[in-house]
DNA sequence: CGGCGGCTTGAAAGGCATCAACATAAGTGG
DNA sequence: CCACTTATGTTGATGCCTTTCAAGCCGCCG
């Protein structure tokens, strides 16, 4: 894990950009780190100090049972926010890792409250981003493996595709990933994915995938079709 | 619906005690409201003003997909908040019921930022509860039924067993809701409770659950034991 | 007391996990 | 840059778990 120069041309998207202008305004730097594919950036029972905007890249988070399976619990993309679950326990309740080169701005945590009670703005802004996460991944308890796929793609590329026109984009996560996030076996969602591309639905090779047809991806993410 | 006398004994357990606290330092009452069994507290699409507290009973929230199929999105039960999830697009997602005789403390939300602004430590309570909503609700995408609803049943007596010696407690929804919100068919929930109790991990009747061996209900639920 | 919603139990069907074998891609070292 | 190794994805066969359908029971409330 290293430091980066700063390069701020994409902080324009990021979900937090109010945090960097407000921090320059009171004079502080924020410190950007690069994170090498599985490289981990912050293991279970860490101490809590930092939150992390992923500027580029994706990290995903996980934990290990008792019976040594593991599980994915998150996933982090581009402009979002990673570390709000640690304030819970003063601690980072998973591990997390680089699924690829990933960028991330480190904010102390202590700042980030400084400017939470000196910025009202700001603090709506944070109000705003934690109660969209509160109804995020409403998938999870959807029933069939292609209910949870499908709405899973959707939620994907509504994270990915920033760019209004464009419908296609690199899956960031591997199958045995999302099978673990999912709660389904890789086998099943390699079956799936084969599946919605026989029926033109989307086209997947090497983890690139285009939406052809978002329409009814929505329809079989609501059960709507067999 | 109706509104409901003053009575702050059951208060000091409350998660936003200091909402209150500091409310009438500014001079400020809360309002009470009484919701009847299965009344409706907010409809889905409704502007969001205020944050509902717990005081006694319990919500349920819930939508209906395109196939009019209704899936339970949430629990809320005594001293927790409900409306987090409003703040986002500034309307309440989903539709709000009482499951009981309900009563819950009206807070508004913007007196509510406005005691976030003015006090420090009221803002670093509100983070504590949303970082650990985050993480809650981890079972979902858990894959059995069993490890599911032992998850759900420890998550339940986590929640409404306050006085510590004791290790019974009223399920406060209907097996039809419990499969609806797990992803389950309510004759599954039907016989994985059936086959706790046959076992002599917990016993039940009529929605009165008591905890004889909770630890290997923990087992089941980290998929420890068949 | 009667009706209705909620719970229980059984039998059947289907979806998904599991196991196994193979194919392909990615990563490593010479 | 290629050969080798390892990780990841694909495909088929089998069995189990959960859903679905059906029927009956129980408790609750009007």
Redo the contacts between chains.
Sequence with gaps: MSYAENDKSQCIQCSLATFCAYSEKHGIETKRRVIKPKETLQFAHDKFTNLYVIESGALKTHET???G?E?I?GLYLKHEVYG?????KGQY?FSSDALTKTIVCEISYQHF?TL??SE?AF??RV??L??????AR?Y????SAQQKLSAFILDLSARLLTKEPHLDFLLPISYRDIGS???LATETVSRVFSKLSKNNIISIQNKHIYLLDSHRLR?LA???MP
């Design positions: 049972d008792l019976m399976n599980f619990r709000y679950e640690a304030i819970y309740p409250l939470l009670h009202p603090l709506g109000l705003y934690l109660s969209q996460q509160l109804t409403y999870l308890n959807r029933l996030y999912l709660g329809l609501e059960g709507a």
